[in-house]
């Protein structure tokens, strides 16, 4: 039997850290978003559109290379304390590259590494122990 490879992924707008689950620990890897609030106040000054189209491009890019390490595991979790797990979610449904990728989504609070690296740990276990 084939294991499956696992990936939580606490994140907000800003930062996405990915973890692996597996039987050591691994180094958390952090994708960020090009979209920092000195490009918001510069662009606002200009125009609100303006500002908008910005957030939208660089978020797009922001979710396209989270997106593309997803694509590397079986089994992925997202979660965090803001919409943007739910973005992500919706944009990884929409194509069907991901259709054989089991993804969940939970609503979770700020968290520390050490508390993110649980959350996903006590995730899977479980998981792992209800199947």
Not at 3 to 18: E, R, V
Not at 46 to 65: G, I, L, P, T, W
Not at 85 to 97: A, C, G, M, R, Y
Not at 106 to 128: G, I, P
């Amino acid at each position: 039997m084939k294991t499956s490879k696992k990936l939580g992924i606490w994140m907000n707008h800003s930062n996405a850290y990915l973890i692996e689950f597996s039987s050591e620990v691994k180094e958390t890897k952090t994708i960020t978003s090009d979209f920092s609030s000195q490009d918001k106040q510069e662009t606002l000054q200009r125009s609100e559109s303006e500002m908008h189209n910005k957030e939208q491009h660089k978020h797009a890019a922001f979710y396209k290379n989270i997106a593309s390490e997803i694509e590397k595991y079986d089994e992925v979790l997202l979660f965090g304390p803001t919409e943007a797990k739910v973005e992500l979610f919706n944009i990884l449904k929409s194509d069907s590259k991901y259709s054989k990728i089991i993804i969940k989504v939970k609503n979770a609070d700020k968290m520390s590494d050490q508390e993110q690296q649980h959350f996903v740990k006590d995730y899977f276990t479980r998981l792992e122990f209800k199947m």
